[in-house]
């Protein structure tokens, strides 16, 4: 008997377009729903300028304008009696958040985390991160931490962090980070106050402005 026959197994081609961020919108999330990797997207010559202007490929802006490459059609030769299985690599993403109240970490606490509905459970580190693996498409991630004498729970909209130059993006950090601020996505008094807060904490000049070394050790403190 001859061997099984071989068929070519063909992921069709796709245009290239682009898309405009939505609140919300990450390269990681693009990159799953286009089926590319996200730095294929990233380092795309077509995304050349706005990786000038963001530091952060999943931290981007609403109204950002993304190019989204062209696929190339694909084809697999396969043996027709066997089931065959194709995975992209660069999947999951991870979500990677300091865990913090007043400037100082929560450091080495368990916690519950629920994202999407799915339950887990882990520990900061030494210096108050959580990591956890996370679909691409992950919209919420609720974080329990279960304190000695509290719980405190956590809310995160994935792929909702505004760039840290724009004021949004630095009230978010803030309250992450254990500030009581709002995100009004505007320079106010409440927002002002923490900064000023957190500028103190930090040996900074406590102005109550986002200047280059407030937004410096605000991505350090926070983290991705």
Same mark, same amino acid.
């Given at each position: 008997?001859?061997?099984?026959?071989?068929?070519?197994?063909?992921?069709?081609?796709?245009?290239?377009?682009?898309?405009?961020?939505?609140?919300?919108?990450?390269?990681?999330?693009?990159?799953?729903?286009?089926?590319?990797?996200?730095?294929?997207?990233?380092?795309?010559?077509?995304?050349?300028?706005?990786?000038?202007?963001?530091?952060?490929?999943?931290?981007?802006?609403?109204?950002?304008?993304?190019?989204?490459?062209?696929?190339?059609?694909?084809?697999?030769?396969?043996?027709?009696?066997?089931?065959?299985?194709?995975?992209?690599?660069?999947?999951?993403?991870?979500?990677?958040?300091?865990?913090?109240?007043?400037?100082?970490?929560?450091?080495?606490?368990?916690? $519950?985390?629920? #994202? @999407?509905?799915?339950? &887990?459970?882990? +520990?900061?580190?030494?210096?108050?991160?959580? !990591?956890?693996?996370?679909?691409?498409?992950?919209?919420?991630?609720?974080?329990?931490?279960?304190?000695?004498?509290?719980?405190?729970?956590?809310?995160?909209?994935?792929?909702? $962090?505004?760039? #840290? @130059?724009?004021?949004? &993006?630095?009230? +978010?950090?803030?309250?992450?980070?254990?500030? !009581?601020?709002?995100?009004?996505?505007?320079?106010?008094?409440?927002?002002?106050?923490?900064?000023?807060?957190?500028?103190?904490?930090?040996?900074?000049?406590?102005?109550?402005?986002?200047?280059?070394?407030?937004?410096?050790?605000?991505?350090?403190?926070?983290?991705?």
């Amino acid at each position: 008997m001859s061997n099984p026959a071989c068929r070519p197994a063909t992921q069709p081609a796709r245009e290239a377009f682009t898309h405009t961020i939505d609140q919300g919108d990450c390269i990681s999330k693009l990159a799953e729903k286009h089926g590319h990797f996200p730095d294929t997207i990233w380092q795309d010559d077509g995304n050349a300028d706005l990786r000038r202007e963001r530091d952060d490929m999943n931290i981007l802006l609403p109204g950002d304008e993304i190019h989204i490459p062209a696929i190339r059609a694909e084809q697999h030769d396969g043996d027709t009696e066997k089931r065959h299985r194709f995975r992209r690599k660069g999947v999951p993403a991870k979500l990677k958040v300091r865990m913090m109240a007043l400037g100082e970490p929560h450091a080495d606490v368990p916690y $519950q985390i629920k #994202i @999407d509905g799915t339950l &887990g459970e882990g +520990q900061t580190d030494g210096d108050g991160y959580l !990591e956890e693996w996370i679909a691409p498409t992950a919209q919420v991630a609720e974080v329990t931490l279960q304190l000695p004498e509290r719980e405190e729970r956590y809310v995160f909209q994935l792929g909702h $962090q505004d760039p #840290i @130059d724009q004021p949004s &993006g630095v009230q +978010q950090r803030l309250r992450n980070l254990g500030f !009581e601020v709002e995100v009004t996505e505007r320079l106010d008094d409440q927002t002002r106050d923490a900064l000023t807060l957190f500028q103190q904490m930090n040996d900074l000049d406590p102005t109550g402005e986002i200047d280059d070394a407030t937004k410096s050790k605000l991505d350090e403190l926070h983290g991705t």
